[in-house]
């Protein structure tokens, strides 16, 4: 009893339904699961709020206890998919599924832990590391080796039994802890390791090549004397800043939403409105996947889903004043588990903060010889988050003007290859001495839940049509908009179109502005491409959702994974399956999906460390206004 009305205690120590979860409910979900009968000796593999469903959120008011599930991945000696383990909080009660083998939790730190034990142990690897030159006798020898283990899903070696867990592991050198291993490729030498049965099943040898020598390092005290004529920028609210916080609830210039972290989403908005108007429930990553396009058996078979198989909301950076942020910075804590079920706290996990963003509009008037301008500004909200070599920041801005941004900055270490001399170029530029890196893809699934101006929302197509040459057209310059309403999943998987300058609109044809239009948001998508690997191969199956640039369908609180709940190990999943029935979409609780991302032909700018690359979208209101919305900014231009 006294255990029952602690944890009472904790449920109540949160405010609201989406508060992101306390170290309490941590430790006291913890504390249940491993009382559970079945579960022997687990490994989480993630924590996370497990979200009511919207009705529930919704319906919640100030004061009221909020509805507190806890959910827990992670494996334990059952060689099976591992345990979800769902912890009411209020109730106490656990609810726990065993996944099958074929669907597996994500990886925690044992399983790479392991891989990279059984490897750095086994002799035949060993043997084949020697005949490289690398010394591989001391334990001091072996702290220099780096070793990447990789999800074996989608091409798993033949030596691995089906429905077993695998990763594969491949090596780097360190010169010494504050090296650049990625430098250094132990190349052509591959070690796959079955998790489940707890061993190296193969060591994958494809012919010695050289270990590169050249330096990599990037490292404050070895990087060139840092370039003069840099001044200092500062960037000062000397009245404070113009947005208001409480907990994780953020109100600023008519915007009000609720941040946090999701395990597998990273950065999520919540309940975004703006003067009180409804836009978007929730909006967040649903998972991305990075595929490689180079024939080389290092890497033909490389394409993680980074953030369902690894947990992107698990690699959270702690950002650092004047580095990840300048400004007027609050940040924003989350708390996170431990392979061993212990608390971990990321300070300044979320990082917000307001930017100038130049002019939001100006004209000058030449008869009169005045003119009038406004500054605008916009609302930051990000997170970084790094897997192995890549390092991805995710970024929402919103902007005076109604407008959301959603921006992903990708940068850290490209993959690399030493270089042979017989290198397709096309596959594998080369970027350093004696090193090449393969072409390969970024791809990112956006998942949008909309509620414009409440309500059930309708999606269309726009596209730019050119009008033939007629009477009405004697020069042929005219051209119109073409709106067609999507009115089926099917017909709502799409692909962008800059040649017609498509775009995509979400309307509410309930709500109408002050001239009679229903109001809209439109999604303005960059050209971007999908997924260039055939649809046959795993690679496309794992990862179906980057075979189109836009997916919708109607609200289900379980359809949130674009590749499918629990991926490691997977055969495919997730959208193709909610979309089967080709559900009526013409106008209900929409969800729309939309995957961006770069392709990237790695150049010698990108070594050692690259440069940021961007991808992304903007939402724009349509109609949403009745006018220009920031008439009404002060017009000192502060």
């Known amino acids: 009893m006294q255990d029952k009305a602690k944890n009472a205690e904790v449920t109540r ?59 827990l991945l992670g494996v334990d000696e059952g060689r099976d998919g591992g345990f979800q383990a769902d912890v009411d909080m209020g109730a106490e009660t656990v609810d726990v599924q065993r996944l099958s083998r074929g669907s597996q939790v994500p990886y925690n730190y044992s399983d790479f832990g392991l891989a990279i034990h059984l490897t750095k142990t086994n002799p035949e690897w060993l043997a084949a590391v020697r005949a490289r030159g690398v010394s591989a006798e001391s334990e001091e020898d072996l702290k220099k080796i780096q070793i990447d283990p990789w999800p074996g899903g989608g091409y798993p070696h033949p030596d691995v039994p089906e429905g077993h867990r695998a990763l594969r592991c491949i090596a780097f050198v360190r010169e010494d802890a504050t090296d650049n291993g990625y430098a250094h490729p132990i190349d052509s030498l591959i070690s796959h390791v079955d998790i489940t049965a707890r061993k190296v099943v193969c060591v994958e040898d494809f012919g010695e090549r050289p270990v590169p020598q050249e330096p990599g390092r990037f490292d404050g005290p070895n990087l060139p004397s840092a370039r003069s004529g840099l001044q200092p920028v500062e960037i000062k609210q000397p009245e404070g800043t113009s947005f208001d916080v409480d907990g994780y609830h953020v109100s600023w210039q008519g915007y009000d939403f609720r941040v946090g972290i999701h395990p597998v ?54 950002l650092k004043l004047g580095c990840d942020c300048l400004g007027e910075i609050h940040y924003f804590d989350i708390n996170l588990i431990t392979h061993e079920g212990k608390v971990r706290t990321v300070e300044h996990a979320i990082c917000m903060h307001e930017e100038d963003y130049g002019i939001q509009w100006k004209h000058f008037d030449a008869q009169s010889r005045t003119g009038e301008v ?4 916009r609302l930051v909200i990000s997170s970084i988050f790094t897997i192995g070599n890549y390092d991805y920041g995710f970024f929402w801005y919103l902007y005076l003007d109604g407008t959301i941004q959603m921006e992903v900055k990708l940068t850290g270490i490209v993959g690399v290859t030493s270089k042979t001399g017989h290198e397709n170029t096309g596959q594998s530029p080369q970027i350093a001495e004696n090193l090449t890196s393969p072409v390969h893809q970024h791809l990112f699934c956006f998942r949008l839940d909309w509620e414009l101006d409440g309500g059930a929302n309708q999606l269309f197509e726009n596209n730019i049509e050119v009008l033939p040459v007629s009477d009405s057209n004697p020069h042929g310059t005219q051209f119109q908009n073409v709106a067609t309403h999507l009115t089926r999943e099917s017909s709502a998987q799409r692909e962008v179109a800059p040649q017609v300058s498509r775009s995509w609109k979400v309307v509410n044809p309930e709500s109408t502005n002050g001239l009679g239009m229903p109001v809209a948001y439109k999604l303005l998508p960059q050209s971007v491409p999908t997924i260039f690997a055939s649809a046959d191969s795993p690679t496309s199956k794992r990862a179906e959702f980057a075979r189109h640039n836009l997916w919708a369908t109607p609200y289900v609180k379980e359809e949130i994974a674009a590749s499918g709940n629990n991926t490691v190990m997977h055969g495919g999943g997730g959208l193709p399956d909610y979309t089967a029935n080709d559900r009526d979409i013409s106008c209900c609780d929409l969800v729309m999906w939309h995957t961006i991302g770069v392709t990237h032909v790695p150049r010698p700018e990108d070594w050692p460390v690259m440069p940021v690359e961007y991808c992304g979208f903007h939402l724009i209101p349509v109609g949403f206004f009745d006018r220009n919305p920031t008439l009404d900014l002060p017009g000192h231009c502060a």
């Open 13 to 71: 120590a949160t405010t609201h339904p989406l508060d992101p979860l306390t170290i309490e409910e941590i430790e006291a979900a913890v504390t249940l699961v491993r009382k559970q009968e079945g579960i022997n000796k687990p490994y989480f593999s993630s924590v996370g709020l497990l979200e009511p469903d919207k009705s529930i959120v919704k319906a919640h008011r100030e004061g009221d206890v909020a509805e507190r599930i806890v959910q």
């Open 265 to 318: 989403h990273g950065l999520v908005l919540h309940q975004l409105s703006l003067n009180e108007r409804p836009i978007l429930y929730r909006a967040a990553l649903s998972d991305m996947v990075v595929p490689y396009g180079d024939s080389d058996p290092m890497h033909s078979w490389k394409h993680v889903l980074d953030a369902s198989e690894i947990c992107l909301g698990n690699c959270l950076n702690s």
């Open 374 to 377: 406004r500054r605008s500004r």
